[in-house]
């Protein structure tokens, strides 16, 4: 949606999510991307935008879980 990236990741706890989430940081931070991260009971979503063709930071997380 108007060039931003969104997918939400489901979990089976909350900490799975909140480990999930600090992972996501530390690989953005790594690539220089800053999504949002919005931590839900067993659920989160990530968006971000990004002028990187292909959502390669959606697909690095995707891998990472």
């Not at 089976?12 to 999510?17: K, M, T």
């Not at 949002?36 to 891998?63: F, N, P, Y």
Request: proline share 2%; with cysteine; glycine share 10%.
């Amino acid at each position: 949606v108007n060039g931003e990236l969104v997918k939400v990741f489901s979990f089976g706890s909350y900490l799975e999510g909140l480990e999930f989430a600090k992972r996501c940081g530390e690989l953005a931070e790594g690539m220089n991307h800053h999504p949002d991260l919005l931590i839900q009971w067993r659920q989160v979503r990530v968006s971000l935008v990004t002028h990187s063709a292909g959502g390669a930071l959606i697909a690095v997380m995707q891998e990472q879980r």
